[in-house]
């Protein structure tokens, strides 16, 4: 489970899986992929679609049977291109095309997605981003990140409590340390 095959006594890394199914994917740009099956080793896509949304609302899918990576860029193949306007929705179907835009590569589509657990305070911030460049909502993502600032200073404010009740010199004083602890309590 943690990306290793043991035996004998030593542990092996895993090769990372060369095909993947139901893939989703939150590239850059607004764009959400939505990938049947992806082989990394031949670089191809299977049943792709592809969602772009800006200011929360869906302005083009891209619905392809396959799509390769020839030449540094996707090419699509057997699909329909939709565009949403305000007042209607044009589809042009196509035999093959490429978008222009698409900075995701080969490589981005062959990584498992992290747990927001495993993901560092960087990685992170760029999903939140992306998220809420495509119009999704990553709440749990957000919380977590603030959570790897917050935690470590967890400690210190434990010792700021409890420093503000032993300080207290008289009896008239517990009232003041108690209300300057739950003020700190609530600023944390």
């Known amino acids: 489970t943690d990306g290793r095959a043991c035996g004998d006594g030593t542990c092996e890394p895993l090769d990372p899986p060369q095909t993947r199914t139901n893939v989703n994917y939150l590239g850059e740009g607004g764009r959400y992929y939505l990938i049947g099956r992806y ?3 031949q670089q191809t896509m299977r049943d792709v679609v592809i969602e772009t949304f800006a200011d929360n609302t ?3 899918r891209l619905d392809a049977r396959e799509a ?7 090419e699509f ?5 939709r565009r949403f306007r305000e007042d209607r929705e044009e589809a042009e179907a196509f035999a093959a095309r490429s978008i222009d835009g698409l900075i ?3 490589v981005d589509f062959a990584k498992p997605a992290k747990d927001p657990d495993e993901m560092s305070h960087a990685e992170l911030r760029r999903y939140v981003r992306k998220a809420r ?5 990553a709440t749990k993502e957000e919380v977590e990140m603030h959570m790897k ?9 434990l ?3 409890g420093s503000q009740l032993a300080a207290r010199r008289r009896r008239s004083g517990l009232a003041v340390a108690f209300a300057v602890s739950i003020g700190i309590a609530f600023v944390y």
């Open 39 to 41: 082989d990394a080793r």
């Open 58 to 60: 869906l302005v083009e």
């Open 68 to 74: 390769a990576w020839v030449g540094g860029r996707w």
């Open 77 to 81: 193949r057997n699909g329909f291109l």
């Open 104 to 106: 995701e590569t080969p």
């Open 133 to 137: 460049a495509s119009g999704g909502a």
């Open 149 to 157: 600032i917050s935690f470590p200073f967890s400690n210190l404010i």
């Open 159 to 161: 010792i700021l409590l």
